[in-house]
């Protein structure tokens, strides 16, 4: 990393070609975008939660908090607070001591994030990226994507696969 006293920059905004996102957006911008990142934000613990309530129901006809917990490198305290959150949303229904269930709201929330998780692997992998790393990326950049965004990586891939540009 250069100083800006080693780069003669001192005292001097740094120049519009080396980054500085702020200088391109007006504060209103930039503000929306930062909360649209906050929403983003709160709505991936959410969606990573049902989303693997649903992969644990396939895989073993039932799911318990403490099996979230060991997928997910928490507490069953953390869970449970969760699980509660959940249930208030109306995306499970639990009781205390017994298996967690999506509700028909959850099921779909649980397929919108496989089905742009998926999407976001599919793409990493078009680029070139190797298929751990791509999965592990896509923990975090399903959950940021907007609806636009997503549209235009769906293109891209569909193009791709045609052997055709991407339409603009």
């Known amino acids: ?9 001192a005292g001097r905004p740094p120049s519009r070609d080396v980054g500085g996102i702020s200088a391109e957006l007006t504060p209103d911008e ?18 990573d939660y049902v989303e693997l309530i649903a992969d644990l129901f396939e895989q073993q006809g039932e799911v318990r908090a403490v099996d979230i917990a060991r997928r997910l490198g928490v507490t069953h ?28 709201s959850g099921w779909r929330l649980a397929q919108a994030a496989r089905r742009r998780h998926r999407l976001v692997v599919e ?13 592990a990326d896509a923990e975090g950049i399903e959950h ?10 769906e293109r891209f891939l569909r193009h791709r696969a045609q052997g055709s540009g991407p339409d603009r």
Do not use: N, W
């Not at 305290?77 to 017994?98: C, D, F, H, N, S």
């Not at 940021?144 to 990586?153: D, H, P, Q, R, V």
């Open 1 to 9: 990393m250069i100083d800006s006293e080693q780069s003669g920059t």
């Open 30 to 47: 930039q503000a929306r975008y930062h909360r649209r990142t906050r929403r983003a934000k709160e709505s991936a613990v959410v969606e």
């Open 77 to 104: 305290a953390t869970v449970a607070k969760m699980i509660g959150r959940l249930r208030e949303m109306g995306l499970v229904t639990a009781q205390p001591y017994r298996a967690v269930f999506l509700t028909e």
């Open 123 to 135: 793409l990493l992998l078009a680029l070139g990226v190797p298929e751990g790393i791509a999965q």
């Open 144 to 153: 940021y994507c907007s609806g636009a965004t997503l549209e235009a990586f």
